[in-house]
């Protein structure tokens, strides 16, 4: 079964960090560019970080850049997404994003910025 399965999310205050993590399965992981995208509440999904399949190369929204950073292990077909020095305008849906033969959307874990 072909599936991303997100973790990591919840309620932090202004400043304070959290770790995404997405679980792949049921294709072949590293053939895969992996992203994080957030949809915030009357807002469009937008790219917040992508990293490529083979050679790891990331990119960042404007938004992030310098905070976050985006990861992946091969071996354990696993993507992560740290984030660091959290703002309340980063308070949204994440969503864990493959793109390859397949394109594949996991079901999104809430993040919460506030005091």
């Known amino acids: 079964q072909v599936q991303l399965v997100e973790s990591g999310g919840g309620l932090v205050q202004p400043g304070g960090s959290l770790r995404l993590s997405c679980a792949a399965s049921g294709f072949t992981f590293s053939r895969h560019a992996m992203s994080w995208y957030r949809q915030a509440p009357g807002k469009e999904r937008a790219l917040v970080a992508s990293i490529t399949g083979n050679f790891g190369i990331t990119n960042y929204a404007d938004s992030v850049k310098g905070r976050f950073t985006i990861s992946r292990d091969n071996g354990k077909n696993t993507v992560s997404l740290q984030m660091n020095s959290l703002r309340p305008e980063d308070t949204a849906v994440y969503y864990c994003?493959?793109?390859?033969?397949?394109?594949?959307w996991g079901q999104g874990t809430q993040v919460t910025v506030s005091s």
């Open positions: 994003n493959a793109q390859g033969r397949y394109i594949i």
